[in-house]
């Protein structure tokens, strides 16, 4: 293997640009706000969001639109928070984002294929079960992170809930990649091939 496929292979595997597009709004809000203040960390947010997205889809000729939807709900919410002078509006954005999500994921079981075997199947073939056993798995999780940032932002200084909040992107991606990994080796549909 030549050093261009290398590159490629690494590249692909552990730079993925979702990934990096995901967390670019949260890395400029943590930066931002530590060189000048929540005020400016949103706004800088709002600015870098639409970009983040124009540069995901030059890259994958593709709509994230998890990306979009997060920054509809950011641009609401820091809009909120400008207008009214109050960063409460902003802290509340992951609760919500993550209690859409989940109620997103309980509602898309209700259709066939479900909403996530929609957006994950050309990477995963998972038997019915295995779905709805993962979709309650990434719900159960969004839940989870949905009460943590409600905790984090009403007990802790504004500086420790960005911290939180920055930091703890990362653990939550290889979050839902652990538990879908290992859901999806036990659900995993074996295919059956006719006999010839």
Do not use: C
Not at 54 to 82: D, E, H, P, Q
Not at 167 to 188: E, V
């Amino acid at each position: 293997m030549d050093q261009k496929s290398t590159l490629r292979i690494l590249r692909e595997r552990y730079l993925n640009s979702e990934i990096v597009i995901e967390l670019l709004p949260s890395l400029t809000f943590f930066v931002v706000n530590y060189i000048w203040n929540l005020k400016t960390a949103a706004l800088a947010v709002l600015i870098v969001m639409p970009v983040a997205i124009l540069v995901g889809y030059l890259i994958n000729r593709k709509l994230a639109w998890l990306a979009i939807v997060s920054a509809g709900l950011f641009l609401a919410l820091g809009a909120l928070s400008l207008l009214f002078d109050n960063e409460t509006f902003v802290k509340i954005g992951p609760t919500i984002g993550n209690g859409l999500f989940a109620l997103g994921l309980l509602i898309g079981l209700a259709f066939k294929p479900s909403f996530l075997e929609r957006v994950l199947g050309r990477q995963l073939s998972l038997t019915n079960k295995g779905w709805k056993v993962l979709t309650l798995t990434w719900v159960a999780m969004a839940l989870a992170w949905a009460s943590t940032n409600e905790i984090v932002w009403r007990l802790f200084s504004t500086d420790n809930w960005i911290a939180y909040k920055t930091f703890n992107d990362i653990p939550i991606l290889l979050g839902y990649i652990i538990a879908t990994r290992a859901l999806a080796g036990r659900f995993w549909k074996v295919q059956s091939y006719p006999e010839t």
